[in-house]
């Protein structure tokens, strides 16, 4: 039988369980835009009849090749190719086996999954390839977000190959390699003389106002089902041997409750035979969801003040905390926090010890698997998975410090000798 709609049955409210048809709405009604949010459930029984072992091994190695689980038409693509986004290769980034970083690290088994390979060089093009598709389903002639980081540059590029103008909320003191990142891609670039908070106040009114779709990942729930398909791809390419752990950093929280749903999915679908637990992964200077976790359940949410310098996760009001908590919660996992001295050691190890090269944000995860062996959350034995989330060449002026100099020398030989004698300085 033909669809004319994709798999999604219906959205749920994570709050109070409400259930809405799966049409262009932003969150829960009753429980409003800043609780409500909602999740994106499907027809299971028909994704399985589709989405075969068989059926996956002839489709292209990109995260499409689930579009039976991604909230978008079943003749996607064929009916998107007017969209050259879909033309950026996103996903199906390699898992590394890294065998110099287990031993360091005293871990049995470390994997690096490396989604510094996207097109615009982190996880969040999962996001906003999805994002950008749903504002073209929607007939709305605007993308917009708020943010200065990844999120930014990934909807500018997108929006870019599939020719759907952005307008980018940023708060005054972005920086500067950030701000050129977006611009270079043609987005509309709008600074506030204020803070983030500001930003991201100011664009949801601008989209309420204006029409424009709204790629704040946390609000819209269809973005989180881009972000799923790193779960989708970890329980395919490690489904002969599931690690025991996946280990994430966490800021608003979109990212980790992303990989357990496609981690869930898999395993229903009968892809991947159990579950890994969760380690989420915060910045000491910007813990707000790690602390959430240590409270119960229906305990009040307290923000912390954010300070660290991994950008990406610096945090104080994250956005999506709860389904995060929920994701840790329902895998077994832990949640723990690192200092930015740690993340700047393990700047310094993992390029050397892998060559993956990953900003502060997503060494941290791995900073986070040092300090889970040291307290014995980690088993020396279990076989472990880090999601390494955007690239190193995203904040060069952190590495930097962690880079160290180079030899500054004469064109000559007996120069280039003195400094090859001397072994303190090679
Ligand atoms: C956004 C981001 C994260 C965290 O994702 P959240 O959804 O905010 O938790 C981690 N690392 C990098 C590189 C990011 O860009």
Known sequence: MRRHHSYVSL???IVCGR?????DRLACDICGPV???CDVLYDYEGVRRKMTK???LSRPQDHWRYRELLPLHPDFPKNWDRSGCVNLRVGWTPICVTRRLGDYLGCGSLHIKDEGCNPTASFKDRASSVGVLKALEFGRSVIACASTGNAASSLAGFAAASGLPSRIFVPFHA???KLTQLLIYGAQVIRI???YEQAYDLCMQACARYGWYNRNCAVNCYLIEGKKTCGLEIGEQMADHPPDWVAVSVGDGCTIAGIWKGLKEMHLLGFLPRLPRLLGVQAEGAPAVARQFEKKEDDAFIPAPAATLADSICVSVPRNWRKAVRAVRESGGQFITVSDKAIIEALKYVPRLTGVFGEPAAVAAIAGIAAAREKGILGSNDMILAVVTGNGLKDVKTSSTAAGAPHDIEPTIE?????????KTL
């Open 35 to 37: 609780e409500g949010i």
């Open 54 to 56: 068989k059926a996956l």
């Open 175 to 177: 920086p500067e390699p």
């Open 415 to 423: 120069a280039l000798e003195a400094v090859i004698m001397n072994r």
């Open 193 to 195: 003389r204020g803070s």
């Open 19 to 23: 259930e809405y048809p799966a049409v």
């Open 11 to 13: 959205l749920k409210c």
